[in-house]
């Protein structure tokens, strides 16, 4: 257990829904991160925040996708009108502003999301 | 998109014995970084090098940079069962933050 949690672990959906996820960071980490892992493939980028600031966005996070971190604690990830080419795991790394470029990742277990 | 390719694609071994894995990348970096991840759970960090530095050792891992190249390995000595996972490389791009991972070696090891 690395101190970031994810919520739901498992979300089963029909194609057009919108679904919402839930990333919790380490408490004491400013950097945000959520990125997108297909069967097979070894993870993507999709976003970044520092504190509440969304710093960057991967040409992945289409229209359907929108992500916050409000108070610069935790972060939701939405997708709307879900299709099917979404079903991934969605994981959500934090790590803690230092000096260097040199700030090591922390990863939450993922959220699994299928779409039918 | 990936960053490179990591070699082999799998791997399987007998315990105690070494297992290497090698990753390629196609852009300068600041850093790369292993990690570790079992069947359908999150990442873990194994080690991170830095791209002035050449080795550098954790415990059972060793890894390599060779930025000339672009490429990296990563050495697990003396196996165990419990190492059963795929192995990722992941570079930071120099002036970013975001990881950009391989493809990924799945390594297997024998009881």
């Not at chain 1, 966005?57 to 604690?73: C, I, T, V, W, Y």
């Not at chain 2, 799998?10 to 315990?15: H, K, N, V």
């Not at chain 2, 672009?70 to 192995?87: G, H, P």
């Not at chain 2, 570079?91 to 975001?98: E, I, L």
Request: aromatic content about 8%; glycine content about 8%; hydrophobic content about 30%.
């Amino acid at each position: 257990d690395t101190g970031v949690s994810q919520d739901p672990r498992h979300k089963i959906t029909k194609r057009g829904q919108n679904v919402t996820f839930r990333c919790d960071p380490i408490s004491e980490h400013n950097r945000l991160y959520w990125y997108r892992q297909t069967l097979g493939q070894g993870p993507e980028f999709l976003t970044y925040f520092q504190n509440e600031a969304q710093l960057e966005k991967s040409r992945l996070l289409s229209d359907r996708f929108s992500a916050e971190r409000p108070k610069g604690s935790f972060s939701t990830l939405e997708i709307q009108r879900t299709e099917q080419g979404d079903s991934a795991m969605y994981l959500c790394a934090s790590s803690r502003l230092a000096g260097g470029a040199t700030d090591t990742q922390y990863f939450g277990p993922g959220t699994r999301l299928t779409v039918l | 998109s990936q960053q490179g390719e990591e070699d082999p694609q799998a791997l399987s071994i007998q315990e105690g014995e070494n297992a290497t894995m090698n990753c390629s990348y196609k852009t300068s970096i600041n850093n790369l970084q292993w990690y570790r991840q079992n069947s359908g759970r999150g990442l873990v960090h194994l080690i991170l090098i830095r791209s002035n530095e050449r080795e550098k050792h954790s415990g059972r891992l060793r890894v390599t940079l060779d930025t000339s190249k672009k490429s990296s390995s990563l050495l697990i000595t003396a196996s165990r069962a419990a190492d059963t996972a795929s192995y990722f490389c992941a570079t930071v791009g120099t002036g970013r933050r975001a990881l950009t991972f391989g493809s990924g070696t799945r390594l297997q090891v024998q009881p």
